[in-house]
């Protein structure tokens, strides 16, 4: 096996809050009396209510939002960085890229880097697009013969050659984006970081960014990727490392990962609705339980069968034209049906300030294996609430086609009754 | 690197070196080879510096020679005609219009450079490239604007000795130019911008970590002006606190571009001396600390 081309050992990162990451002469005053007091607090609450114990630093106020991180990436790897807020992933890809240095451990990289962190950095708007792409290539490592080299292909990709001596204040923001993407995926390192870029843009836009990512990892060169969106590390990656309070919680095959870190990012499901305070939504109207049960009401939920949801919501006054919404969706975040109170219609149109309402399907048509619920409550175009994995429920095996055979999750997440025939006869010419 | 491992990445990848990425405590080590990587960036830096600065503006590029010129003009109505300054025999809109190319350019130096972690903590936060390459081309960029004040100063000079001898005292070399002031005055232009680089680096860190400094940038080059013989040469400070003035870096450089171009100046060898060795001093003791700062800056963000 080759030598790997980043390898990071025992990395670790301190970070000093509050008063002490002081920026005035005053913070500086504050922090002497801070570790004179020796109280470390952060905007009233003490500071373990923010991380998880072991993340709490040696010295007051500080914290490690790295703390011993060991993994490699080989030659041609193109590998996701996952986790959620929080568990490091900027601050790792920071340090990987040189921005800051690590507090303790080192890592080695065997190669050219370049770094993505965000598209555009280092745009003057006075200059012309042709002479921003030149200072923005040099900012991010690009020699100016080189750049020369690329310049058609960088104005091609970017689709603006009729501005290219505008001032790019003058861009749409559209093209302002395109261009800043085509500069970035012009370089030619032996390791690309990439932070978020798919974030942005029209849809057609990231596809052509996913596309030439693709590309890149293609022609053997080693990426890093760091998203929240899973779809786009599934089609980009292989291999992946998820981060949790700083440390590497797990690596290993990008499936595996992305399923682990989506499971490890719900909610236990032994919070009451009522406790959940990670809502969206102007509140004038609140969720309070949601109970999914099967049509004969037990508990049990199979392929096939009918359900009937049943919701309890809390307000000051009384309701009117609300829309509710549950959305079943599968671990990765795909939607598979959606219950929608407009669209079947049924409810009044003046609800009471609190109490209950049912939802009843029809047959159930998933696969057998776990199922979570978005609950939205939206009046016009407003949310009044919403909660994001409010509830999961596993859905049983049952022997829908009376077969005794049914396809397994992996495979497909819905079934549907259908039925195959078969004709004598020659085919058709 | 040792050898084996040299030569293992050398058979791996087409570019045969490897990053460590470790904290560093020394304060003494400064990544010369990769500042050299990045010259084009330096370059370009440049170009952006000049070219941006004026843009929609009426006047454009011509700014670059009219601020010093009415800063002189200000100068030679207060000092020179009101009170009368005494300047070494030099009419005193000369003797204004040179202190003004290497004082403004000490000044717009300091005055951009000093912010060059404030002014660009998004693009530090965001990408790494050596970080000294920004305060150097804050320097290089105000040169183009010295060459353009040098240019305008010389016409100026010479338009006053064809059409106005009679402001010239009887006697005085009235236009200074030998071969030796081609070579001294891009000296000098050098010294200034390698001291004001000194400076910037020490106040960019400052800053860096204390922001109220901002407040009292100005402030400090105000302060400096009136120190140096910007207003009065040093001939006019009296004979026992001269050594006090020659401790000031910009005395030197100051009596030397007017010893230079117009041929009075009151310089001594301790002066220079100590000149440069401030800058040297300044400058060397700016960079580690400019790396020191640049490391970690982007945490206390």
Not at chain 1, 109 to 118: F, M
Request: with cysteine.
């Amino acid at each position: 096996m080759d030598k790997p081309i980043i390898e990071v050992e025992g990395l670790s990162k301190l970070y000093t809050l509050g008063s002490i990451g002081a920026t005035t002469l005053r913070d500086t005053a504050e922090m002497i009396m801070a570790k004179v007091r020796r109280r470390p607090r952060l905007n009233g609450k003490p500071l373990t209510a923010h991380f998880a114990p072991e993340q709490v630093g040696p010295v007051p106020h500080s914290f490690w939002a790295l703390r011993d991180v060991n993994f490699s990436v080989q030659p041609g790897e193109v590998i996701g960085l996952v986790g959620q807020n929080g568990a490091g992933k900027s601050t790792l890809l920071k340090i990987l890229s040189r921005i800051t240095e690590p507090t303790k451990g080192r890592a080695i990289l065997r190669g050219r880097v370049a770094s993505l962190l965000e598209v555009g950095t280092g745009f003057h708007p006075e200059l012309t697009g042709r002479d921003n792409i030149y200072l923005n290539g040099a900012i991010l490592g690009m020699k100016h013969a080189e750049i020369t080299r690329k310049f058609d292909e960088i104005v091609a990709f970017a689709e603006v050659e009729d501005f290219i001596d505008t001032p790019v204040k003058r861009y749409s923001s559209g093209m302002h984006l395109r261009l800043a993407f085509a500069v970035a995926a012009h370089l030619e390192p032996e390791i690309l970081l990439v932070d978020e870029v798919l974030a942005v843009g029209d849809a057609t836009f990231q596809k052509k960014c996913l596309g030439k990512m693709g590309d890149v990892a293609r022609q053997g060169r080693t990426v890093l990727v760091v998203s929240h969106n899973m779809a786009s590390i599934l089609s980009l990656c292989q291999r992946a490392v998820m981060l949790k309070f700083g440390t590497v919680a797990r690596e290993g095959p990008v499936q595996e990962i992305v399923h682990a870190y989506l499971e490890n990012s719900k909610p236990e499901e032994i919070v009451a609705l009522s406790d959940r305070h990670d809502r969206e939504g102007d509140g004038s109207v609140r969720y309070e339980s949601l109970a999914i049960e099967n049509a004969a009401g037990g508990s049990s939920i199979r392929t096939g069968s009918r359900c009937k949801l049943t919701i309890r919501y809390k307000s000051a006054k009384p309701i009117r034209h609300a829309r509710f919404v549950v959305t079943i969706c599968d671990l990765t975040h795909v939607s598979l049906l959606q219950l929608d109170s407009e669209a079947t219609g049924g409810l009044p149109e003046t609800l009471p300030a609190e109490g209950t309402v049912v939802c009843e399907t029809e047959a159930l048509a998933i696969t057998p294996g776990r199922c979570y619920m978005n609950l939205d409550l939206i009046r016009g175009h407003q949310v009044v609430d919403r909660i994001t994995y409010a509830a999961y429920f596993d859905v049983d095996e049952d022997d829908y086609y009376g077969t005794g055979k049914l396809p397994k999750r992996e495979w497909t997440m819905t079934v549907l009754k259908h039925r195959w025939s078969s004709a004598p006869g020659a085919p058709v010419s | 690197m040792k050898a084996e491992e040299t030569a293992a990445a050398a058979s791996m990848s087409p570019a045969p070196f490897e990053i460590i990425i470790q904290p560093n405590q020394s304060w003494l080590r400064v990544d010369w080879a990769q500042l050299w990587e990045y010259r084009d960036l330096l370059v370009l830096l440049v170009h952006r510096e000049f070219a941006s600065k004026y843009k929609q503006t009426i006047l454009g590029p011509l700014w670059f020679i009219l601020q010093p010129l009415l800063t002189s003009v200000v100068m030679t109505i207060f000092f020179g005609n009101v009170a009368k300054v005494e300047t070494d025999g030099i009419p005193h809109v000369l003797f204004y219009l040179c202190n003004q190319l290497s004082w403004s350019y000490l000044q717009q130096n300091i005055t951009v450079g000093g912010a060059v972690f404030t002014n660009n903590s998004i693009l530090f936060g965001k990408v790494y490239f050596p970080r000294l390459v920004m305060p150097i081309s804050v320097i290089a960029s105000n040169l183009v604007a010295c060459a353009l004040q040098l240019v305008s100063f010389l016409i100026i000079d010479f338009g006053l000795v064809v059409f106005m001898p009679g402001i010239f005292t009887p006697g005085t070399d009235r236009m200074h130019l030998t071969p030796l002031t081609l070579v001294l005055v891009p000296l000098l232009f050098l010294h200034t911008g390698l001291l004001s680089l000194g400076v910037s680096l020490w106040m960019s860190s400052l800053t860096a970590k204390y922001r109220d400094l901002n407040q009292i940038v100005q402030l400090i080059i105000q302060f400096w002006m009136f120190a140096s013989p910007v207003i009065f040469p040093l001939s006019d400070f009296p004979i026992k606190w001269r050594w006090l003035a020659e401790l000031n870096p910009m005395t030197a450089i100051l009596e030397s571009f007017r010893l230079c171009l117009l041929g009075a100046g009151t310089l001594t060898a301790e002066s220079l001396v100590m000149s440069i060795l401030a800058t040297a001093f300044l400058l060397l003791t700016g960079i580690l600390v400019f790396q020191r700062t640049s490391r970690t800056f982007i945490d206390t963000v």
